[in-house]
């Protein structure tokens, strides 16, 4: 069945920078559009990134523009968010997310990991 396992989460301080990992199978993951999805305490969904199935385009929301860097290996199935410069407002549940077609700003995947807690805090 279908895995999207997220790891690298934790506790890091204002400024500080931390990498996420999504270990996918279970589907063909070099024909999907790959992304990131978090939600904050008590707020929403929020789409935060999305790369295309050959990794040519990227998009980022506007909050984590020149801070955060996506990218993928499609002969290992793996996503990475690389988030620089964070801030307490980037605190909340990571979601590693994936779906056929590369829709920037849309949160309407098909695949979703489980999340990972990314806490920024002093």
């Known amino acids: 069945q279908v895995q999207l396992v997220e790891s690298g989460g934790g506790l890091v301080e204002p400024g500080g920078s931390l990498t996420l990992s999504c270990a996918a199978s279970?589907?063909?993951?070099?024909?999907?559009?790959m992304g990131w999805v978090r939600q904050a305490p008590g707020k929403g969904l929020e789409w935060v990134s999305i790369?295309?199935?050959?990794?040519?385009?990227?998009t980022y929301a506007d909050y984590v523009k020149g801070r955060f860097t996506i990218s993928r290996d499609n002969d290992r199935n793996t996503l990475t968010l690389r988030m620089n410069s964070l801030e307490p407002e980037d605190t909340g549940v990571y979601y590693c997310?994936?779906?056929?077609?590369?829709?920037?700003?849309?949160?309407?995947?098909?695949?979703w990991g489980q999340g990972t807690q990314v806490t920024v805090s002093s």
């Open positions: 790369i295309s199935s050959g990794g040519f385009s990227l």
């Open positions: 997310v994936g779906r056929r077609f590369y829709l920037p700003g849309n949160i309407d995947f098909e695949y």
């Open positions: 279970g589907f063909a993951f070099s024909s999907h559009a």
